[in-house]
């Protein structure tokens, strides 16, 4: 799998993120192929579009929140990238699923 620092070179500014998201970065990288992922509190998805960049049609990866706004730049930001599922929504959008459909969840920066 691709080397996780140089992943973190490219995507992280300082030590204290890259402490932050290290071990949820390090799980997704090592993950195998087919995966179901879920970032709640998506913003504009940075996140996921990052992750798309390194491993582009591995995995199917949502993204949710509860902005609009950014819901939609996040969409313009991603055009026609088939694995990739962004949605205006709240934490009612997971009643949509069996609790074991998505393999990884995860939220970083989120406000409340």
């Given at each position: 799998m691709a080397n996780v620092k140089e992943f973190y070179k490219n995507y992280l500014a300082s030590d204290e993120k890259v402490q932050l998201h290290y071990k949820l970065y390090d799980t997704i990288l090592n993950m195998?192929?087919?995966y179901n992922i879920l970032e709640f509190g998506c913003g504009t998805a940075?996140?996921?579009?990052?992750l798309y960049?390194?491993?582009n049609s591995i995995w199917e990866v949502r993204g949710i929140d509860i902005s609009e706004k950014n819901i939609e730049a996040?969409?313009?930001?991603?055009?026609?990238?088939?694995?990739?599922?962004?949605t205006v929504g709240d934490e009612n959008y997971l009643k949509e699923y069996k609790d074991d459909y998505f393999d990884v969840t995860f939220t970083c920066s989120?406000?409340?």
């Open positions: 195998k192929p087919h940075k996140n996921i579009i990052h960049k390194f491993f996040a969409k313009q930001k991603i055009s026609k990238r088939e694995n990739i599922i962004l989120v406000l409340d």
